[in-house]
């Protein structure tokens, strides 16, 4: 099982990115998957999921600046951030879950200078 995260950088505030997570070695349309990130000295949080019939849902903080959407023909995951704060500065992990099998991804940083 691997979850493959990119796309983060150094972003000034008002910038946009687009985080991917590529997935492999499970049955990715049957598993829901989410965005979670973790700043320094934080624990880490959930930014949004979806299920795996396409339902979303977002911690308030990402409402209205997130959208997270998912390609099972490409067993990706993506969020795509906009308006970033320098308060998104954060790693970014996606997970996988189904039940009781839960798998995540290394993490990739994303930073937003004011």
């Known amino acids: 099982v691997q979850l493959q995260a990119s796309g983060g950088g150094l972003v000034q505030a008002g910038d946009s990115l687009r985080l991917s997570c590529a997935a492999s070695?499970?049955?990715?349309?049957?598993?829901?998957m989410g965005w979670f990130r973790q700043a320094p000295g934080k624990q880490r949080e959930l930014v949004a999921r979806?299920?795996?019939?396409?339902?979303?849902n977002y911690a308030d903080s990402a409402k209205g600046r997130f959208t997270i959407s998912r390609d099972n023909a490409k067993n990706t995951v993506y969020l795509q951030m906009n308006s970033l704060k320098p308060e998104d500065t954060a790693v970014y992990y996606c997970?996988?879950?189904?039940?009781?099998?839960?798998?995540w991804g290394q993490g990739t940083l994303v930073t937003v200078s004011s």
């Open positions: 997970r996988g879950q189904r039940l009781w099998l839960e798998y």
């Open positions: 070695g499970f049955i990715f349309s049957m598993y829901g």
């Open positions: 979806i299920t795996s019939s396409g339902s979303t």
